[in-house]
T-cell receptor, first 109, second 112 residues
Framework: GQNIDQPTEMTATEGAIVQINCTYQTSGFNGLFWYQQHAGEAPTFLSYNVLDGLEEKGRFSSFLSRSKGYSYLLLKELQMKDSASYLCAVMDSNYQLIWGAGTKLIIKP | IAGITQAPTSQILAAGRRMTLRCTQD?????MYWYRQDLGLGLRLIHYSNTAGTTGKGEVPDGYSVSRANTDDFPLTLASAVPSQTSVYFC???????????FGSGTRLTVV
């Protein structure tokens, strides 16, 4: 079966750095996505990785290791507005997105 | 503003009633999707359409039907609602296999 695992909840302090991990087992791989979802709102696109390595976009970076079935999202200089759920999703061989259940990130002052 | 519009925003529905959730996009995306999101389970695909005139079943299609008469509209119908269909429903679209989806703002449906 296909499976995406990520922690249910994480807590971090404003101004700090946090790493949210995602491991996956899917039938085929056509890229890994990270989305941000604030409570009561729609998911919004953060990043896309299809090759191994680190993609940096401002305060957010995403890393992929295809051989390990592993990705992480790194958030730097945390702000209160970063409190949200972060969803990991993998595009399988049928070009369908398989979603993790999401990691709720709580930022404390 | 380009994007996806969903209606209604929220709805309380009596069990056994028929309901259509509307989804319209103005980005000319080929592919469209319907998801439900339940606490602790993440997003689950109900139905999808890769292009106008075609539809396919996702992970949880039972009790739902869709149509794709044109590029812009992708309505989701619950023929006879049941309480287990209480959820938040998101419509999404994409114009490429390799890029992210754009989501509508969601419909919160409660079946009582």
């Amino acid at each position: 079966g296909q499976n995406i695992d990520q922690p249910t909840e994480m807590t971090a302090t404003e101004g700090a750095i946090v790493q949210i991990n995602c491991t996956y087992q899917t039938s085929g791989f056509n890229g890994l996505f990270w989305y941000q979802q604030h409570a009561g709102e729609a998911p919004t696109f953060l990043s896309y990785n299809v090759l191994d390595g680190l993609e940096e976009k401002g305060r957010f970076s995403s890393f992929l290791s295809r051989s390990k079935g592993y990705s992480y999202l790194l958030l730097k200089e945390l702000q209160m507005k970063d409190s949200a759920s972060y969803l990991c999703a993998v595009m399988d061989s049928n070009y369908q997105l398989i979603w993790g259940a999401g990691t709720k990130l709580i930022i404390k002052p | 503003i380009a994007g996806i519009t969903q209606a209604p925003t929220s709805q309380i529905l009596a069990a056994g009633r028929r309901m259509t959730l509307r989804c319209t996009q103005d980005m000319r995306h080929n592919a469209m999707y319907w998801y439900r999101q339940d606490l602790g389970l993440g997003l689950r695909l109900i139905h999808y359409s890769n292009t106008a005139g075609t539809t396919g079943k996702g992970e949880v299609p039972d009790g739902y039907s869709v149509s794709r008469a044109n590029t812009d509209d992708f309505p989701l119908t619950l023929a006879s609602a049941v309480p287990s269909q209480t959820s938040v429903y998101f419509c999404a679209s994409s114009d490429s296999d390799n890029y992210g989806y754009t989501f509508g703002s969601g419909t919160r449906l409660t079946v009582v």
